[in-house]
């Protein structure tokens, strides 16, 4: 089953001209592609804990099965990191910010030529997604920056 | 890999596509299945020029384009993996523009060899053989970044077909394919980091990727850093290829990541100096 990642809401003041609201939103988004970045490089999962491998012969670190995780030789494998040319990570993005009837939306996405490779470690492994500290993050750091530019105002 | 079963891989994907979104798009397989019977040529390969404006103009005809969301890619790649290759020391001659709307005409109305011979014609007599072989480089790799946003290729396939038309070799043409990929994934993310500055908010760029054995020793240095753009002007991978845009250099697995500095502040993401800065050169010699 692939996880759907989950959406968070955060309320902007009315005050806020629509550009400084679209620009807290622009924050928000690349503050998630960072956070789910940094994430997955840590190999932490949208749980937030250590990826495990499912596979029935792991590795002794359990992060990947034990005939690949030979293969990965001078890369990683105390953790799963998802990496090996480091193209379907780098491949989340910042799609898009739309206005909405209630307000924005940030749109994170992978890029088309990785959707299958980064679908199938969703499956294996669930990675891409706003984990709960991902959204802890971005709300912390689009509250900092809203108040910048308010102070700034 | 044959070529055959090169064109059949490509045909089941675009088959797959089809089944997938039969509903939306009832017309579209038996479009593109006609457009690749075609174009398919006597080596099973299909070669055309107008090929992915062509698909492109179909999707947009069955009224679908906004359902494939791959137009803002479609236009990003073309401006930027005419730039990438430039960094790339390919030199073009045209060809390389944004796929044009008498162009997509030209194909909608059955025009599209004619419409080629033209371009073609104006070209010969503006070129040099050398420039018109790179010039076919360039597209086909401009082809490929093009084709792997709509449908996805694996980078064998798409290096194959580069390899195909050119004197690169397998290997030459998946580094350039994958550099010029991962230019272009950059240039979006750098774009993010320009707007959220043009908003008045502080950005830092991580020297984001893996830190293991088959780091490049720039690559091992910055990784893990935030850096300012004035920093990441000051570096030098000593690769020819521009850092904003190519971090360590060719097949690099290393990305800049744009972020507002209170993210890097609470993540406690340690800052690049001045020495770190020379440190990194240094070990790029």
New interface residues.
């Given amino acids: 089953m692939i996880k759907i990642p989950r959406n968070i809401q955060l309320p902007i003041p009315e005050e806020l001209s629509p550009?400084?609201a679209?620009?807290i939103v622009?924050?928000a988004?690349?503050?998630g592609?960072?956070?789910i970045?940094?994430r997955t490089?840590a190999g932490r999962g949208i749980d937030d804990n250590k990826m495990k491998t499912p596979s029935k012969t792991p590795n002794e670190q359990g992060t990947y099965s034990k005939a690949y995780s030979d293969k990965r030789a001078?890369?990683?494998v105390d953790i799963r990191?998802l990496?090996w040319?480091?193209?379907m990570?780098?491949?989340v993005?910042?799609?898009?910010i739309e206005t909405t009837q209630t307000g924005a939306r940030a749109v994170i996405t992978v890029?088309?030529?990785q959707?299958?490779k980064a679908a199938f470690n969703q499956v294996m492994s669930p990675w891409f997604g706003i984990s709960p500290q991902d959204e802890q993050?971005i709300l912390?750091?689009a509250e900092?920056?809203l108040q910048?530019?308010l102070s700034?105002a | 890999m044959s070529i055959d079963s090169l064109t059949e891989t490509a045909e089941e994907q675009v088959k797959r596509i089809a089944r997938q979104y039969r509903k939306q798009l009832p017309d579209l397989r038996d479009f593109i299945l006609q457009w690749i019977r075609d174009n398919r040529q006597a080596d099973g390969l299909l070669r055309s020029q107008v090929s992915l404006s062509l698909v492109y103009a179909l999707i947009d005809r069955a009224g679908t384009k906004k359902y494939f969301?791959?137009d803002?890619?479609l236009n990003l790649a073309t401006e930027t993996a005419l730039q990438k290759l430039k960094g790339l020391g390919i030199e073009y001659t045209g060809g390389l523009e944004t796929p044009s709307i008498r162009g997509l005409e030209a194909a909608l109305a059955g025009e599209g060899v004619a419409f080629l011979e033209q371009q073609q014609a104006a070209r010969d007599t503006a070129t040099l053989q050398v420039a018109r072989v790179r010039d076919n480089i360039a597209a086909q790799v401009q082809q490929v970044l093009l084709q792997?946003?709509?449908v996805?290729?694996p980078l064998t396939v798409a290096a194959a077909q580069v390899s195909a038309v050119s004197n690169l070799s397998q290997g030459q043409a998946e580094t350039i394919v994958?550099t010029a990929?991962?230019g272009q994934?950059?240039s979006?993310?750098n774009a993010?980091?320009a707007?959220?500055e043009q908003?008045?908010?502080d950005v830092l760029y991580?020297y984001?990727?893996?830190?293991?054995?088959?780091d490049r020793p720039f690559c091992d240095v910055c990784v893990g850093y935030a850096f300012t753009k004035k920093q990441i002007a000051a570096l030098n991978n000593n690769q020819g290829l521009a850092v904003t845009t190519h971090c360590g250099g060719y097949?690099?697995?290393?990305?800049w990541?744009?972020?507002?500095v209170?993210?890097v502040e609470?993540?406690n993401i340690p800052l690049a100096t001045g020495d770190l800065i020379g440190r990194a050169n240094r070990a790029a010699r």
């Fill in positions: 550009d400084t679209l620009a622009e924050v988004g690349s503050t592609v960072a956070a970045k940094t490089r001078d890369r990683r990191d990496t040319t480091g193209a990570v780098q491949g993005i910042l799609d898009r890029t088309n030529d959707k299958e993050a912390a750091v900092a920056e910048k530019l700034q | 969301d791959f803002p890619f792997m946003q709509v996805p290729t994958r990929l991962s994934v950059q979006i993310q993010a980091g707007r959220m908003a008045g908010i991580l984001s990727g893996p830190d293991d054995n088959l097949n690099c697995r290393h990305e990541v744009p972020v507002p209170t993210f609470r993540q």
